[in-house]
């Protein structure tokens, strides 16, 4: 089945502690993208990748990291979160993005206290 | 400042009938515009798109229609289903296609 996949889907952390949440597709997919959803503000992107090696930042970039070594897998990284990191997240991709649109995982619900 | 508006959270309508959800932009530069469904505790699904060179495009029940001179688009479910009852969002973004602004969502509820 073709799909996205994250992992956790449910995390508690606690400030400050370094974190990762894993992303991966099976489509072959060059686009990957990561974003986060909060009441009163819709999804917004943090992050996003055109192909392997190539990464550049969303509209809320500040206080994460991502690679792009493989095709198939886009971690987010959380280097030291904080509680307004506390949101939904959503890994997505996209064969090419624009017209295509994006494919989205079912999320990671994170708590930072 | 937010580029693709919702100025809807909310709209019922009854089963059978048109739903009709809205959706405005500020940026002339965008060129593709989609629309995705959202059930609560799932990823969005993608459910139709428009490029800027049309004004409509339809799939299925699903249309969406472009007005460029007025930045506005709109999503029409015709004819309404319970099984639609989820979140919408519009979404956009410029030729590159790589960076997407979404809007803040509309919660459909389709009264049967």
């Known amino acids: 089945e073709a799909q996205v996949t994250q992992n956790p889907r449910y995390l508690i952390t606690v400030t400050g502690k370094k974190l990762t949440v894993t992303c991966s597709q099976n489509?072959?997919?060059?686009?990957m993208s990561w974003y986060r959803q909060d009441p009163g503000l819709g999804l917004r992107q943090i992050y996003y990748?055109?192909?392997?090696?190539?990464?550049d930042k969303g509209d809320v970039p500040e206080g994460y990291k991502v690679s792009r070594k493989e095709k198939r897998n886009f971690p987010l990284i959380l280097e030291s979160p904080s509680p307004n990191q506390t949101s939904l997240y959503f890994c997505?991709?996209?064969?090419?993005?624009?017209?295509?649109?994006?494919?989205f995982g079912s999320g990671t619900r994170l708590t930072v206290v | 400042d937010q580029q693709v508006k919702q100025n809807s959270p909310s709209l019922s309508v009854q089963e059978g009938r048109i739903s009709i959800l809205n959706c405005d932009y500020t940026?002339?530069?965008?060129?593709?515009f989609l629309w995705y469904k959202k059930y609560p505790a799932e990823g969005p699904t993608f459910l139709i798109s428009?490029?800027?060179?049309?004004d409509k495009n339809e799939d299925g029940r699903f249309t969406v229609f472009l007005n460029k001179s007025a930045k506005h688009l709109s999503l029409h479910i015709v004819p309404s289903q319970p099984g639609d009852s989820a979140v919408y969002f519009c979404?956009?973004?410029?030729?590159?296609?790589?960076?997407?602004?979404f809007g803040t969502g509309t919660s459909l509820t389709v009264i049967p």
């Open positions: 997505a991709s996209s064969p090419g993005g624009g017209y295509y649109g994006y494919t």
């Open positions: 489509m072959n997919h060059e686009y």
């Open positions: 990748s055109m192909n392997v090696e190539v990464t």
């Open positions: 940026n002339s530069m965008f060129d593709y």
């Open positions: 428009i490029s800027s060179i049309k």
């Open positions: 979404a956009a973004s410029s030729k590159t296609g790589n960076q997407f602004y």
